[in-house]
């Protein structure tokens, strides 16, 4: 059977040199990847700024990431990119910062339990469609924009206790895309050793998105935060109310309201931002593969029969489930995870200095020619397949793993196949003629140019038959 493969930045022949390594990566950090890339096990770079190590070999990988992870903190480079908009979170911080932050932040998870968080998934996923039943059908639609509105809005809903209206949504939408687009720019002086090419211009409209996400959400913290230091009990049960009476074991200290809107930015985008891109990626593999689409909407009619989804229908879906996970091995949200050495240590028969920049990419393990076959096709069936076993075990880590695995794959995971599932119990997703996304690589991989499809309404006769278990 020939499978879909989705278009993704061609690798050059051979490594770069330097001068055009940096002129790539000015775009998308996938544009300097090469050919060996994708079949190495470890390769290095050495630049002005650092020494930078891509590493492949799994058993380095999980010393880098797990066994030895307080020796491989998050490179500081990823910090300072980061600052203006997350601050000191919990995303960015390291050492005994990092363990008092975590060590608050478990307990509040417990509102993001997924059958405390289902009901705002259901009203997100149920608002989503209001959206799109306004939207002409089988016309181009950007569904990019859609996926980050109905992301944030359910984050939204799991920390603020309500709804995200249109306007809040495309703001985020905007100002993320356009901190994103600056983020390499801004990040590559450093790794070259030329930190003074930080055009202020570029740095001035970095921090302003910045800004513009941070005062939205200290709108909806300041309030609230007051209220609960003057003692007011709040009605609510959500993320914010359990981050505002958590406390630091050691001393007893609860978050500040800058530590608030820190630790809240970095779950409102970090809980949003990587799932709508998954979720966007998704509906492109699915326009594009019909046949694996329509075993999906067969799957969706026989569980929900006509009804509204519930929680304990989520298990019964498990094509959707191995669709969204074969879309974040082909479309990692976080395409790399950069860590940096605290001291020499030897790697693969090299010595690294301290300080070396030490990346783990998603993005390539999850393509690895050694690990995967077919690497570059969509193929959610791999997943139920003997053969597959050994990569997922050694060669697949959307979330990362470790002392850093992702708080929220859970809730990721439950999230998008309802909304999946909502989407194509209505909808026939169809592919756009002479479109094709363009992938980069920024904070998160997204299409430089939108992802269109075409909805194409499904006939009340069809949502009847598979109502009714009937079909023709």
Not at 186 to 199: D, Q
């Amino acid at each position: 059977m020939s499978r879909f493969c989705p278009v993704y930045p061609k690798p050059h022949p051979e490594k770069a040199s330097k001068l055009k390594m940096f002129l790539h990566a000015r775009r998308s950090w996938m544009d300097a990847l090469f050919e060996r890339s994708y079949s190495m096990q470890m390769g290095e770079v050495h630049l002005p700024g650092v020494d930078l190590y891509m590493v492949n070999d799994t058993k380095e990988i999980k010393r880098v990431m797990q066994t030895q992870a307080q020796d491989f903190p998050k490179s500081h480079l990823l910090h300072e990119s980061l600052k203006p908009l997350l601050g000191d979170s919990i995303f960015t911080t390291n050492g005994a910062l990092w363990q008092s932050q975590r060590s608050m932040m478990n307990p509040a998870f417990e509102q993001a339990r997924l059958n405390v968080a289902f009901p705002r998934m259901l009203g997100a996923a149920n608002a989503m469609l209001e959206r799109l039943a306004e939207q002409q059908t089988q016309v181009p639609y950007d569904i990019e924009v859609e996926m980050t509105h109905v992301t944030a809005d359910i984050i939204f809903r799991t920390i603020f206790s309500m709804p995200m209206q249109g306007a809040d949504a495309h703001q985020v939408f905007h100002s993320f895309a356009h901190y994103q687009a600056l983020a390499p720019k801004l990040m590559l002086p450093a790794l070259f050793g030329i930190r003074w090419l930080k055009l202020p211009w570029l740095n001035w409209q970095s921090k302003k998105s910045a800004k513009k996400i941070r005062n939205l959400l200290h709108s909806m913290i300041k309030p609230r935060y007051e209220a609960h230091m003057r003692g007011e009990s709040g009605e609510h049960e959500d993320i914010l109310a359990a981050f505002m009476t958590a406390k630091d074991p050691e001393t007893g200290k609860a978050f500040t309201e800058s530590e608030l809107v820190n630790q809240v930015a970095m779950l409102f985008l970090a809980g949003h931002e990587t799932s709508a891109s998954a979720l966007t990626w998704a509906c492109h593999l699915l326009a594009n593969s019909p046949d694996i689409q329509a075993r999906a909407r067969l799957q969706i009619d026989e569980v929900f029969a006509g009804r509204e989804p519930t929680q304990a229908d989520m298990k019964s879906l498990p094509l959707l489930w191995n669709i969204f996970r074969e879309t974040l091995r082909l479309f990692p949200p976080v395409g790399f995870f950069a860590r940096e050495n605290t001291s020499a240590c030897p790697m693969r028969g090299k010595q690294l200095k301290p300080h070396s920049t030490v990346v783990v990419a998603p993005w390539l393990l999850q393509r690895h020619r050694k690990w995967w076959k077919e690497p570059d096709a969509f193929d959610p069936d791999r997943f139920d397949r003997q053969e597959s076993k050994e990569a997922i075990k050694h060669a697949y880590m959307p979330f990362s793993m470790g002392p850093r695995v992702c708080l929220g794959a859970a809730f990721a995971l439950q999230e998008a196949v309802l909304i999946l599932a909502c989407l194509l119990r209505e909808y026939e997703l169809l592919p756009v003629d002479d479109h094709v996304p363009q992938p980069v690589g920024r904070l998160t991989i997204r299409s430089e140019n939108g992802v269109q499809v075409q909805l194409k309404k499904r006939n009340p006769l069809e949502l009847a038959e598979g109502a009714t278990g009937v079909s023709a």
